[in-house]
């Protein structure tokens, strides 16, 4: 079908002939179907090339997210079968069953179809993500949390209650009984499912939770039995290769998980000793969802023309700012991985390394042992680096040796936290770096923020009153003739009307005037408005930019970005 949806985009003009060698060129670098490589490369919409090929075929199109499918019809077809033709049945009645496929001009799938199921089939089309999707959902091991906890014998079990009374032994093998393992197994793959970041489980004195961070906010999802604490704390321990014997220190660790298709999963997991247990944390890290196209981060293309320029000075120090969670290392990433060629020498110090990036010389911080930001900077300085990122400037000697390597012909990239842009350069000088130096070597500062994304699937116009607008920071003409949007929640986001983040940028050159400003001591506020004169749009402006292109919600634009002065 590849050919004949290649031909037909261009004839019909939704697509052009470039694009199309460009998408068949993505194709056959990393497989799957053509279509699929239009959507990533942002030509085209899902959405739309469902309509066109509904259209096209004279076959109605269908949102498989409305869709509750039964698992008798399910059944009815193997997965195999579903995986290899992109289909999946949604529906039966009488000798008919409904079959959503992306390309429903393939008869070969039909027939077998036919053959398998003894059934007429009626055709839909349905995009070949929410296939993916659906087959993951519906084929999938559907354990439920309640099927779980069927399978613990309330009186056999008993974890230990009080702390002195643990045994070791005991210990690791009540964790490793297969309710346990099912338990947590269930908690892993169901924070994968949901697309959360982080997984908590938390123990207090008469209860024990477990919760997702999903789109940035925490969401409860389970209480297991508190006696099951120990046990499921030890099982995640023994998957880390923790020390289940000690309690009372702080451990950290790594879980890597296979989950088929060549696809894997790290969890960096942190274990805590709190009051009434061990809270464990799990950032879940998955590579192949890593964006490292600068063009799909957020950014609006005034900010994304600045920083792509400063990326590409021969030396200097970009900074970007944000707190933790706010995506300043995929920012990062996404920058090195343009400038990651043969001809250059790129080093990272990283604490920890989230993800590994080849063609990267990438260095862990071990504090224990002395290898801190500080020693790792100075021993890239003997490696002949052309580009050095160190993960984040958290004192006076990284932010002195990180400042010299800039003004020695070398490009530097780093994190600090603070709240905007301009609030950076005061945060330099409090470390005790002199402004002479500042404005010597930074180039550019850039803040940044996620918000979260409108479900597309129950996105809904909503009315909201002119002066709420003027309130965010709209200019009067601005406000007028503004639909505003918000998800109403169904499946497809889990009933939240959010789906996905998007960055918010505040990008801050550091232009002359600035630095004149620096060098005579003017206040951050002062920066601030001079850098608004000058044309810097800050993270208000930026999250009120996404507000008129429908992509958040006021609520959301309030609540990762403080109010600025832009009048």
């Known amino acids: 079908m590849a050919g004949r949806l290649g031909e037909l985009l261009v004839r019909e003009n939704v697509i052009s002939a470039g694009q199309l060698r460009k998408a068949q060129e993505e194709q056959r670098k990393g497989g799957g179907r053509l279509g699929s490589s239009l959507v990533k490369l942002g030509m085209i919409e899902e959405s739309e090339l469902t309509s066109f090929l509904s259209k096209q075929y004279g076959v109605p199109a269908i949102n498989l997210a409305d869709f509750e499918i039964d698992k008798e019809v399910i059944n009815l077809v193997p997965r195999e079968v579903a995986e290899k033709h992109n289909l999946i049945p949604f529906n039966r009645s009488g000798s008919t069953i409904s079959v959503a496929m992306s390309d429903p001009s393939n008869i070969f799938a039909?027939?077998?179809?036919?053959?398998?199921?003894?059934?007429?089939?009626?055709?839909?089309?349905?995009?070949?993500?929410?296939?993916?999707?659906?087959?993951?959902?519906?084929?999938?091991?559907?354990?439920?949390?309640?099927?779980?906890?069927?399978?613990?014998?309330?009186?056999?079990?008993?974890?230990?209650?009080?702390?002195?009374?643990?045994?070791?032994?005991?210990?690791?093998?009540?964790?490793?009984?297969?309710?346990?393992?099912?338990?947590?197994?269930?908690?892993?793959?169901?924070?994968?499912?949901?697309?959360?970041?982080?997984?908590?489980?938390?123990?207090?004195?008469?209860?024990?939770?477990?919760?997702?961070?999903?789109?940035?906010?925490?969401?409860?999802?389970?209480k297991p039995p508190l006696k099951l604490r120990n046990a499921i704390t030890s099982r995640i321990k023994i998957m880390s290769e923790l020390d289940i014997a000690e309690r009372r220190l702080p451990q950290d660790g790594r879980i890597k998980l296979k989950l088929g298709k060549g696809r894997e999963m790290d969890f960096r997991v942190s274990v805590l000793p709190t009051l009434f247990g061990e809270k464990v944390v799990m950032r879940l890290l998955d590579k192949s969802n890593l964006q490292l196209d600068m063009t799909k981060l957020g950014f609006e293309p005034g900010p994304l023309k600045e920083f792509k320029k400063a990326i590409q000075s021969p030396y200097g120090m970009i900074l970007v700012t944000g707190p933790t969670g706010s995506g300043k290392t995929t920012t990062l990433y996404s920058a090195l991985s343009e400038l990651n060629q043969p001809t250059v020498n790129l080093s990272t110090a990283e604490d920890p390394v989230e993800f590994n990036l080849p063609g990267i010389n990438q260095v862990q911080m071990h504090d224990e042992i002395g290898l801190n930001f500080a020693a790792a900077l100075r021993s890239f300085l003997r490696q002949d680096p052309d580009i050095i990122m160190v993960g984040e400037i958290r004192d006076f000697e990284t932010a002195e040796i990180a400042v010299k390597a800039a003004l020695t012909g070398h490009l530097v990239l780093s994190t600090l936290h603070t709240n905007d842009a301009p609030s950076t350069i005061s945060r330099l000088l409090n470390m005790g770096v002199e402004p002479f130096l500042v404005t010597a070597s930074v180039l550019l500062i850039g803040a940044q923020r996620l918000a979260r994304r409108i479900c597309t699937e129950c996105k809904q116009p909503l009315k909201v009153p002119e002066q709420s607008l003027l309130d965010l920071g709209m200019k009067p003409e601005q406000a007028k003739g503004v639909t505003c949007y918000k998800g109403v929640g169904c499946r497809n986001c889990a009933d939240t009307g959010y789906r996905g983040r998007v960055a918010l940028y505040e990008v801050m050159p550091f232009w002359e005037p600035l630095k004149d400003m620096v060098l005579n001591g003017a206040s951050t506020a002062e920066l601030k408005l001079e850098s608004i004169k000058l044309g810097m749009q800050t993270l208000r402006m930026s999250g009120i930019n996404k507000l008129k292109e429908g992509v958040t919600t006021i609520d959301e634009v309030v609540r990762v970005t403080a109010a600025d002065v832009i009048r």
């Open 110 to 222: 039909l027939d077998d179809i036919k053959f398998i199921t003894g059934y007429n089939v009626e055709v839909m089309v349905a995009s070949e993500q929410a296939i993916k999707d659906s087959i993951e959902r519906y084929y999938g091991e559907q354990v439920t949390y309640e099927e779980v906890m069927e399978d613990f014998d309330e009186d056999e079990i008993d974890y230990g209650e009080e702390e002195e009374d643990v045994d070791v032994v005991d210990l690791e093998k009540s964790s490793e009984e297969a309710p346990v393992v099912r338990l947590v197994n269930l908690i892993l793959i169901d924070a994968i499912k949901k697309n959360a970041s982080d997984i908590h489980i938390e123990p207090y004195e008469k209860e024990f939770r477990v919760r997702y961070r999903i789109d940035g906010v925490l969401y409860e999802v389970m």
